[in-house]
T-cell receptor
Framework: AQSVTQLDSHVSVSEGTPVLLRCNYS??????LFWYVQHPNKGLQLLLK??????LVKGINGFEAEFKKSETSFHLTKPSAHMSDAAEYFC????????????FGTGTRLKVLA | SAVISQKPSRDICQRGTSLTIQCQVD?????MFWYRQQPGQSLTLIAT?????????ESGFVIDKFPISRPNLTFSTLTVSNMSPEDSSIYLC????????????FGPGTRLTVL
């Protein structure tokens, strides 16, 4: 069965410093993995996705993630945090093909300090 | 990408009543999904709705409580029946994006408060 674990429920960084949001997955096959962001009172927005192409995936707003099969990880990074990055971030794994269902991680709330 | 709208955006309801949430997509899609996001929690899949067939419910969700309709390829409704305060959540619909069927696009959500 597929699952994702977000290792931190809350992360605080200072503006201008790097961001690291950690995600580990469990899957019996090569998974599709996603990061979504949810700003307060806003809908979910796709940041980036991994679907078995390049292991380093670049997304919107300067975010990127690296798929590491040996570590079963898909951590989200950004070199320099901006105040507007403060939001809830969800790591997601897609269930086997045919159903295309998503399994969401528990989320990481990112706080950016001035 | 798909553009998805939901109605209502929010509502406050009395316990024991029902609310129907509408989800409209700007293009034809095969699969639509309904999620629940309880306060401070992550998203949980309620059911998958394909046009012309019964919705498929996830463990812990039943049709009597969350009946779903899917009359065509651009529209779906989710009804929350006989509501209790525990049903207070954000309800979101999503669709698969073509040609990348692995990717889902989400509606803005319906914020439901049950008193």
């Amino acid at each position: 069965a597929q699952s994702v674990t977000q290792l931190d429920s809350h992360v605080s960084v200072s503006e201008g410093t790097p961001v690291l949001l950690r995600c580990n997955y469990s899957s019996s096959y090569s998974p599709s993995l996603f990061w979504y962001v949810q700003h307060p009172n806003k809908g979910l927005q796709l940041l980036l996705k991994y679907t078995s192409a390049a292991t380093l995936v670049k997304g919107i707003n300067g975010f990127e993630a690296e798929f590491k099969k040996s570590e079963t990880s898909f951590h989200l990074t950004k070199p320099s945090a901006h105040m507007s990055d403060a939001a809830e971030y969800f790591c997601v794994v897609s269930v086997d093909s045919g159903t295309y269902k998503y399994i969401f991680g528990t989320g990481t709330r990112l706080k950016v300090l001035a | 990408s798909a553009v998805i709208s939901q109605k209502p955006s929010r509502d406050i309801c009395q316990r024991g009543t029902s609310l129907t949430i509408q989800c409209q997509v700007d293009s034809q899609v095969t699969m639509m999904f309904w999620y629940r996001q309880q306060p401070g929690q992550s998203l949980t899949l309620i059911a998958t709705a394909n046009q012309g067939s019964e919705a498929t419910y996830e463990s812990g969700f039943v049709i009597d409580k969350f009946p779903i309709s899917r009359p065509n390829l651009t529209f779906s409704t989710l009804t929350v029946s006989n509501m209790s305060p525990e049903d207070s959540s954000i309800y979101l619909c999503s669709v698969h994006g073509a040609p990348s069927y692995n990717e889902q696009f989400f509606g803005p959500g319906t914020r439901l408060t049950v008193l």
